[in-house]
């Protein structure tokens, strides 16, 4: 499966943005479709949020309601919803759909 993730920009702390992650072809292969990030310097890309086929959804203590994932299984995308953003939310997204990433999608939140 290919994925191909989008919605990420520029924006001011306390702002709003939308991430989209869609699956090509037949769509998700994986019950389980997440989003991680890679903060800038950082090595290690971390959990963000997940989501599976039928809604049920985990997040990182981090971005605990902030962050919103949720899954279209007609449209094949999966969104993040990310509200009341920080400074260190700055990273480039990434989806995930084992074993397959999404080209990642750079977030930038100015102070």
């Known amino acids: 499966v290919q994925l191909q993730a989008s919605g990420g920009g520029l924006v001011q702390a306390g702002g709003s943005l939308r991430l989209s992650c869609a699956a090509s072809?037949?769509?998700?292969?994986?019950?389980?479709v997440a989003w991680y990030r890679q903060a800038p310097g950082k090595q290690q890309r971390g959990f963000v949020a997940r989501v599976t086929t039928d809604g049920h959804t985990y997040y990182a203590d981090s971005v605990k309601g902030r962050f919103t994932i949720s899954r279209d299984n007609a449209k094949n995308t999966v969104y993040l919803q990310m509200n009341s953003l920080k400074a260190e939310d700055t990273a480039v997204y990434y989806c995930?759909?084992?074993?397959?990433w999404g080209q990642g999608t750079l977030v930038t939140v100015s102070s």
């Open positions: 995930n759909d084992p074993p397959s």
């Open positions: 072809g037949n769509g998700f292969s994986s019950n389980v």
